[in-house]
């Protein structure tokens, strides 16, 4: 049983609808550290487009 059914369930019966194949959702065990992690993920992303980025011309 979720921790989380209020938000879970909700989602889950969305998904349903609007994928092919059954995804699993479920309440992740990151806790407190799950603020630092996303932080730290989108910073990476931001990093990864402006280190691979492709300078444009213009004329």
Excluded: I, N, Y
């Excluded at 938000?7 to 603020?35: E, I």
């Amino acid at each position: 049983m979720s921790h989380f059914p209020v938000l879970l369930d909700p989602l889950r019966d969305r998904l349903a609808g609007l994928c092919l194949f059954p995804v699993d959702v479920v309440a992740s065990g990151l806790g407190d550290r799950s603020v630092a992690t996303g932080a730290v993920r989108l910073a990476l992303d931001a990093l990864e487009r402006r280190l691979f980025e492709v300078p444009t011309r213009t004329a």
